[in-house]
């Protein structure tokens, strides 16, 4: 079946700009992730949703980031007046109960800030 | 502040090599640890995982290798292939508790080139 997929693949916002990245999760995972990675890091924790109640947002950088999950299925992760600290390859990852704790990623979202 | 620490940052094996692949933790509540592989312009694809109660997990070429007492794994890749050449991710995972039970924490990731 389809994996996880993130729309855009690139995005390129002016600083000051209002992004939205968009997550498609596998069908039937309840748990769904966002993660940041900037370059040559490692994917670092943004928030976590069980269905469509966002259970743990603790790794927002600032009140920039917004993430929503209103139906359970799709999430839109919304970053307000873009910094350049903000370029970096956005990371959606879901999972189901069933498979306990593994995650499937997609493919990340790549924000370039000029 | 690192919780997760990974080395070496890159590695370059010939083929047919063993590719091997260090972390270390300090937080014991961790009780999963996964490796993730990934390939430029991909997201990170889980590749073996183990958990505390077990020194030792195989899957066909690739070991994780767990020392509950000094807080370190370590993956091995066997028999180092060129399509093996990625980036190679471990983490952990915090033991349950209400509402990031299921949140991973990355090492900074270990860039293999396999040379044929």
């Known amino acids: 079946g389809a994996g996880v997929s993130q729309s855009p693949r690139y995005k390129v916002a002016k600083r000051g700009q209002d992004v939205a990245l968009r997550c498609d999760p596998i069908?039937?995972?309840?748990?769904l992730f966002w993660y940041q990675q900037a370059l040559g890091q490692g994917p670092e924790f943004l928030t976590y949703f069980q269905n469509e109640a966002q259970l743990d947002k603790s790794g927002l950088p600032s009140d920039r980031f917004f993430a929503e999950r209103p139906e359970g299925s799709v999430s839109t992760l919304k970053i307000q007046r873009t910094q350049q600290e903000d370029s970096a390859v956005y990371l959606c990852a879901s999972s189901s109960p069933g498979q306990g704790t593994k995650q499937y990623f997609g493919p990340g979202t790549r924000l370039t800030v000029t | 502040q690192q919780q997760v620490k990974q080395s070496p940052q890159s590695l370059i094996v010939q083929k047919g090599g063993i590719s091997i692949i260090n972390c270390a933790y300090e937080?014991?509540?961790?009780?999963?640890f996964p490796w993730y592989q990934q390939f430029p312009g991909k997201g990170p694809a889980l590749l073996i995982a183990?958990?505390?109660d077990v020194s030792e997990k195989k899957e066909g070429r690739f070991t994780i290798s767990f020392n509950k007492s000094a807080k370190q794994f370590s993956l091995h890749i066997m028999d180092s292939q060129p399509g093996d050449s990625a980036t190679y991710f471990c983490?952990?995972?915090?033991?349950?508790?209400?509402?990031?039970?299921?949140?991973?924490?990355w090492g900074l990731g270990t860039s293999l080139a396999v040379n044929p």
């Open positions: 937080n014991t509540a961790f009780d999963y």
């Open positions: 183990i958990r505390p």
């Open positions: 983490a952990a995972k915090p033991h349950y508790n209400a509402g990031n039970n299921r949140k991973l924490i």
């Open positions: 069908s039937g995972h309840v748990s």
